[in-house]
């Protein structure tokens, strides 16, 4: 059982957000939750933690934290490919091209993004192999 129970993403836009993470999310494993319309969008990879995406309760605009984000592991290389090109495609920009980081370790293989609301994504595999 995972110790984070959901990890919670702004937005500015959530239909625009729930297209950018359906695919981003979606190219490493991820899918949306069924929700009641009007509702976020929410996120699984085989249960907890879920991702949500929403609006700011006290009604001011989503911002992102300076120095702040979070890794989602990716099954392949190729995956994490997809996963930066994705982002980059739906509006997304780039904050790390995909490639080893030898500095965290010897099979350490990442890409860093920002989501449309700035959020910093990252994906990772830790397998030497494509």
């Known amino acids: 059982m995972s110790v984070i129970s959901h990890i919670t993403f702004g937005t500015n836009d959530p239909e625009r957000s729930g297209?950018?993470?359906d695919e981003v999310?979606?190219?490493?494993g991820f899918s949306r939750l069924p929700k009641p319309p009007g509702k976020p969008p929410a996120y699984e990879k085989g249960g907890m933690p879920t991702v949500y995406i929403y609006t700011p309760e006290d009604g001011r605009p989503a911002t992102w934290g300076n120095g702040t984000h979070v890794a989602f592991v990716a099954d392949t290389k190729q995956s994490v490919r997809d996963f930066h090109q994705a982002a980059l495609r739906l509006g997304g920009s780039s904050e790390g091209e995909p490639g080893p980081r030898p500095h965290y370790g010897d099979n350490y293989y990442a890409?860093?993004?920002r989501d449309p609301d700035g959020n910093k994504l990252q994906a990772v595999c830790y397998v030497s192999t494509e």
Do not use: D
């Open 25 to 28: 999310l979606g190219v490493i």
């Open 19 to 21: 297209r950018f993470y």
């Open 111 to 113: 890409a860093y993004v």
